[in-house]
């Protein structure tokens, strides 16, 4: 795709602009529509603009305009969406559009090119940036795409913020589904003085043909492949369904040997990790892709490009593609027309429905795209049971209808007609206040009181909404000031309340806990032999993590246990009372909690975000466990995509957090093997750009899938390290008598679990405890004999009379190594040495 040209900001005049654009569109064999044309004027003669025009009618080329336009005239432009993919989907667009060195990317995650004149970022960014620095931030225009979560309950704030406190710059608001403007076009024009012109009612390119299935699912997607209606999106609003329904339709043979052939040549080189990358290989072999915000982003990408190449017949996901990600769909399938809201079971809003189906249909694609909505599932049974007994009477009585499970949510073809011909609902205000938007407020110079009240009044809130507002706002302001974080200041105008001098180099928004870890890490001894791990324990309580992750840890926790107290002869009510008491991981918990009850009582407003002691990282070390096999460990392959998050989130804080003087040998050990984790198990989003920086005469494709570190066993200290943690693993196992684990490591090579099992027993009658301490762990007792091909490594096993005369003999193959990215060995002996 040929890029956009540079024009000088001294020519680059309104019909200078349009000109060079129009051309670029007819370079690329792009014409453009006249609602494009409209909005790409209005954006070029200054005005801010409202692009409220259906899916597919072209809102990407007139964002590509309004940013052409920001960066030809020395403007700094941000580009916002509401979730991170389509972040990270904009932001190859556009480095393709304008080349890499001018777009960067931020989002809560990464950031990549962040100094860039053009910057990708989730809307929450821009909106903490607009809080702190007001009509002084550096941002000459913004383009706000799906800008419809203006109305989301939990994030909407996000979306109002820059439009109240940001007069200087030029706004683009998009999306399909926006319904009343009236009262957003008038605060806007308020704030910036700038003409809002609305750029609507125009017709789909792509038209919708609407269809109410009472057929089962595999009997709708066979039909829709035979009538050339795919690649088929099927929409489920729970990640576990998705992926069950994927792995159900596997058998159903929608792909032709041809199109499985194509998708196995074009992944033939990329990584898939075990567990759940295995699953997604075997779908993607048979067409089927699945995407949900819980799986890791290499994943996600890979489905996206292997669906836009036209590989893919089935794409099995939740709303996360509803989301303005460009993926060629042809049908939208939902399973069903209810979600769950964080709250409660809930029918679709008319925004929430025609937002989703709006994805089916793409110009340049399709002549027509196709919506089909399932019924209920049991009234699907039930007409299918009936069908079965025919018109004969009695056996139509005697058919048992199925019911509805407990606590359903229905719908039917008449709340399906009022979605598709519904108006999408006026966009309510969602603003709220917290500790850290009166902070945010006033930073500013010359901040006060009457910053706040400002604000607030500038929302778009009722009176009622306001009010609450203020009396929020009040409240938070007491306890800051109480907290010794604000202050109160005589000038000749009154009293001024304004944010002390200086808080501290380590008060931090976007890490409110970073001061008390930095406070917590006194609480430790540092010669203690457990110091780097109580250090791990403090930033992994003050980082937040999916529960599903803590709740994996749990299950896994109550289920050994079960097993032990039923060996035990332990009775039934007990064993419950047992497991009732049990819980994930927390080192330190007591400890920790004390110190943050002191240290909130001066910061009150950290009690908001509250502690949460736990040990998923830890674990990790104390277990020696790599990613995959923590996952499958705790049964954690459909949210790994949250794990790896919270991964990167701890070794952000490790490494922004803590001061050099804190740091030990053994923590760079664990935040070296961190890092080297992460970029291990996923650093597609880095090679992707630095593969769009450093083009080769390769496909783009092609490079992405090519590993970008080398070898595993390149750097041989990182080998080190990981052999060291493969070997102790076994010797973790063996301490817990998990010899049905080892024989699942190890059967190839012939130690099974009942050998395992023999050798790990004779070792305990000889010496009746297994070390698993931190001198168990130490590099003394792993000796290892590198060589060009092979390792040889001798585990030591730690007896109490340290007579270390046990061991446990293995050989590393190192090239099937580098191929796996993990290590690869073959025990060859367990017993003395």
């Known amino acids: 795709m040929p890029r956009l040209p540079e024009i000088p900001e001294e020519f680059a005049d309104p019909d200078l602009l349009w000109s060079t654009f129009t051309e670029y569109c007819e370079d690329v064999g792009i014409t453009l529509y006249p609602a494009q044309e409209e909005a790409i004027l209005a954006i070029l003669t200054g005005d801010n603009t409202i692009v409220a025009t259906p899916t597919g009618s072209g809102k990407s080329m007139v964002a590509l305009a309004a940013l052409f336009a920001a960066v030809s005239t020395g403007r700094r432009a941000f580009y916002t969406a509401p979730i991170k993919a389509l972040v990270s989907e904009k932001f190859f667009q556009l480095s393709d559009a304008f080349g890499p060195d001018l777009v960067g990317m931020v989002t809560g995650d990464s950031a990549v090119n962040a100094d860039a004149p053009i910057i990708c970022a989730t809307a929450e960014i821009l909106a903490n940036q607009a809080l702190r620095e007001g009509a002084l931030l550096d941002v000459g225009l913004v383009v706000m795409d799906e800008f419809h979560y203006f109305a989301d309950p939990q994030r909407g704030w996000a979306w109002q913020v820059p439009l109240l406190e940001m007069p200087q710059t030029q706004f683009v608001l998009m999306s399909a589904t926006l319904g009343d403007m009236s009262h957003i076009t008038r605060g806007l024009e308020e704030t910036t003085g700038r003409p809002t012109s609305l750029v609507t009612g125009v017709e789909r390119p792509v038209p919708l043909e609407y269809r109410y299935s009472e057929e089962p699912l595999q009997e709708v997607l066979h039909a829709l492949v035979r009538r050339d209606q795919a690649p088929v999106y099927v929409v489920s609003f729970v990640q576990k369904q998705a992926i069950d329904l994927a792995s159900a339709i596997v058998s159903a043979n929608l792909t032709t040997r041809e199109q499985r052939d194509a998708i196995a040549q074009e992944i033939a080189g990329f990584r898939f990790g075990k567990g759940f990358g295995l699953v997604v290989k075997r779908l993607l072999l048979h067409g089927i892709g699945v995407h949900h915000a819980g799986m890791l982003p290499k994943y996600r990408r890979l489905v996206e490009q292997l669906a836009g190449a036209g590989l893919l017949t089935v794409i099995s996901g939740t709303d996360t593609l509803g989301v303005g990600i460009n993926v060629p769909i042809r049908t939208v399938l939902l399973t069903g027309l209810t979600k769950f809201d964080g709250r409660r079971m809930r029918r679709l809003s008319v925004r929430e429905f025609q937002q989703i189906a709006g994805r089916a249909g793409r110009a340049g694609y399709d002549s027509v795209g196709y919506v089909v909505v399932q019924a209920p599932e049991h009234e699907i049974e039930n007409k299918k049971a009936l069908a079965k007994a025919g018109d004969d009477p009695k056996k139509r009585r005697k058919v048992t209808k199925k019911q509805p499970p407990t606590g359903f949510v229905g719908w039917s073809e008449k709340s399906f007609d009022s979605l598709v011909n519904g108006t999408p609902e006026e966009l309510v205000s969602r603003m709220r206040i917290s500790h850290s938007t009166l902070i945010n407020l006033l930073a500013r110079p010359g901040a006060g009181a009457h910053t706040v009240r400002a604000f607030i009044d500038r929302t778009h809130e009722s009176r009622a909404a306001k009010l609450d507002l203020y009396l929020q706002a009040i409240r938070i302001g007491r306890s800051l000031l109480t907290a010794g974080v604000l202050e109160r200041v005589e000038t000749a105008d009154g009293v001024r309340i304004r944010l002390v001098d200086d808080l501290g180099p380590n008060f931090a928004l976007n890490q409110p806990l970073s001061p008390f870890a930095m406070a917590a890490l006194e609480l430790f001894d540092r010669e203690s032999p457990d110091y780097a791990l109580d250090v791990l324990s403090i930033i992994e309580a003050t980082t937040p993590v999916q529960f599903a992750v803590l709740k994996g840890q749990l299950d896994r926790i109550k289920r050994d246990e079960l097993g032990r107290l039923k060996a035990d002869g332990v009775e039934y009510h007990e064993r419950m009372e047992i497991l009732d008491e049990l819980t994930y991981p927390q080192p330190n918990a007591e400890v920790l909690e004390a110190a943050f009850e ?84 996923d650093s597609s989003l880095l090679e992707e750009w630095e593969a769009l920086r450093n083009p080769s005469e390769d496909d783009l494709d092609e490079a992405v899938f090519a590993p970008a570190d080398g070898r595993l066993s390149a750097d041989r200290t990182r080998f080190t390290r990981l052999v060291r943690n493969t070997m102790f693993h076994r010797v973790l196992l063996a301490e817990r008598a998990a010899y049905d684990r080892l024989g699942e490591l190890d059967g190839e090579s012939g130690w099974t679990a009942a050998r395992w099992e023999d050798a790990i027993e004779d070792f305990y009658d000889e010496y009746g405890d297994l070390g698993i301490d931190a001198d168990a762990r130490s590099a003394a007792l792993c000796r290892i004999t590198p060589g060009e091909e092979c390792w040889e490594v001798r585990q030591v096993l730690a007896d109490p009379a340290g007579d270390h005369d046990w061991a446990i003999t293995a050989r590393v193959d190192v090239a099937a190594s580098d191929e796996a990215e993990e290590v690869v060995l073959e025990i060859l002996d367990v017993g003395p040495m």
Not at 662 to 671: F, G, K, N, Q, S
Request: overall charge negative.
């Open 598 to 681: 002191a240290y909130a009582s001066g910061a009150p407003w950290v009690k908001e975000i509250g502690l949460e002691p736990k040990a998923v990282v830890r674990d990790m070390v104390e277990q020696a466990m790599n990613f995959s096999q923590f996952v499958a460990y705790y049964g954690l392959a459909r949210v790994e995509g949250g794990l790896l998050r919270y991964l990167m989130d701890v070794y952000r804080m490790l490494v922004q957090t803590i001061p050099a003087e804190a740091l030990t040998p053994e923590l760079e050990d664990i935040r070296a093997w961190l890092g080297d984790l992460i970029a291990r198990v």
